[in-house]
Antibody, heavy 126, light 107 residues
């Protein structure tokens, strides 16, 4: 069964750090694009970061320079290192697999988030 | 950044009713638009990929249409279990973005 399980959330003070983990089963993390998406309390979904199968990484402006996405192929696990945390980073953090499809009409690949974890909660507060 | 604007923000509907949710992109995104359903305290679930392709296991009452900048999610014959918030999402270009969400309440 294809599954993602996040862990590592918790309460941290402003300015602190936290590392989230996302353990995958049923597929290989390094062969897929993988994203982190967060949801602040009572708010909508916000994309945070993606790591491509080739290793390239991209970030939302709101976290650029503070968060780092990475993976451990031997553990089949995705990570999100979060530094200099702020109150506005308080959210449920989800990891998601981005599956690849192909459009013959547009002759291009496209990606969509087909598998999501249950999320891990990060609270930044003093 | 591509902005996705959904309408309505909230809708109260009765079972068996037909529901239409729209998502407008601030620039053309081809068909790289996907729809998710999120129930309270659950993670989002994929309903429709690439504007109109139903995801495996999704009930046939859910359908999607559109391309370019205007997209629609349609739920035919609404059921009580469809009470949720629905999000559109574009993967045409980074940063990926989501619509603000449409909350469906079942009367």
């Amino acid at each position: 069964e294809v599954q993602l399980v996040e862990s590592g959330g918790g309460l941290v003070q402003p300015g602190g750090s936290l590392r989230l983990s996302c353990a995958a089963s049923g597929f290989t993390v390094s062969s897929n694009y993988m994203s982190w998406v967060r949801q602040a309390p009572g708010k909508g979904l916000e994309w945070v970061s993606v790591i491509y199968s080739g290793g390239s990484t991209y970030y939302a402006d709101s976290v650029k320079g503070r968060f780092t996405i990475s993976r451990d192929n031997s553990k089949n696990t995705l990570y999100l290192q979060m530094n200099s945390l702020r109150a506005e980073d308080t959210a449920v953090y989800y990891c998601a697999r981005e599956y690849r499809g192909y459009s013959y009409g547009y002759s291009h690949y496209y990606y969509y988030m087909d598998v999501w974890g249950k999320g891990t909660t990060v609270t930044v507060s003093s | 950044e591509i902005v996705l604007t959904q309408s309505p923000d909230f809708q109260s509907v009765t079972p068996k009713e037909k529901v239409t949710i729209t998502c407008r992109a601030s620039q053309s995104i081809g068909s790289s638009l996907h729809w998710y359903q999120q129930k309270p305290d659950q993670s989002p679930k994929l309903l429709i990929k690439y504007a109109s392709q139903s995801f495996s296991g999704v009930p046939s009452r859910f359908s999607g249409s559109g391309s370019g900048t205007d997209f629609t999610l349609t739920i035919n014959s609404l059921e009580a279990e469809d009470a949720a918030t629905y999000y559109c999402h574009q993967s045409s270009s980074l940063p990926y973005t989501f619509g603000q969400g449409t909350k469906l309440e079942i009367k």
